[in-house]
């Protein structure tokens, strides 16, 4: 990840973890609260583990953080109801995303 692009892949983490709907996403899901989670969703993924792989220069391309942050949106499609508080929050932050991406490319 070179130096601007790391800059940016931070600035849309910042914003992402600032947005009123990202309160689904902030940490792991808690397998106690959601047993079948682990069985459902092969690659769990949330916005402090992209924090720390990005802290922890885990991603070697702006696009490889991309396709992590996708990663909790197409999860989030799996497993929760298009109309219900966690999807429909999915929807809005994948579409903020999309919108804050689409600037940086
Ligand atoms: C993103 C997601 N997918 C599936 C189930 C749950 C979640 N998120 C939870 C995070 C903690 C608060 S909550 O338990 O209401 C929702």
Redesign the pocket.
């Known amino acids: 990840l070179i130096n601007k692009e790391f800059a940016a892949a931070r600035t849309i983490l910042d914003e992402m973890e600032l947005h009123e709907d990202s ?3 902030l ?1 792991p ?2 397998t106690k ?2 047993p079948t ?1 682990k069985k459902v969703i092969k690659k769990p993924m949330d916005l402090s583990t992209i924090r720390s792989k990005l802290e922890g220069g885990s991603y070697k391309t702006k696009d490889d953080f991309s396709v992590d942050v996708r990663l909790i949106f197409d ?2 499609e799996t ?2 109801e298009d109309e219900s508080p ?1 999807g429909r929050a999915g929807h809005n932050m994948r579409a903020y995303f999309d919108s804050q991406w689409a600037d940086l490319n």
Do not use: E, G, K, T
Request: overall charge negative; proline content about 7%; charged content about 5%.
């Open positions: 309160w689904p996403f940490l899901v808690d609260q959601f989670y999860n989030c497993f929760n966690v």
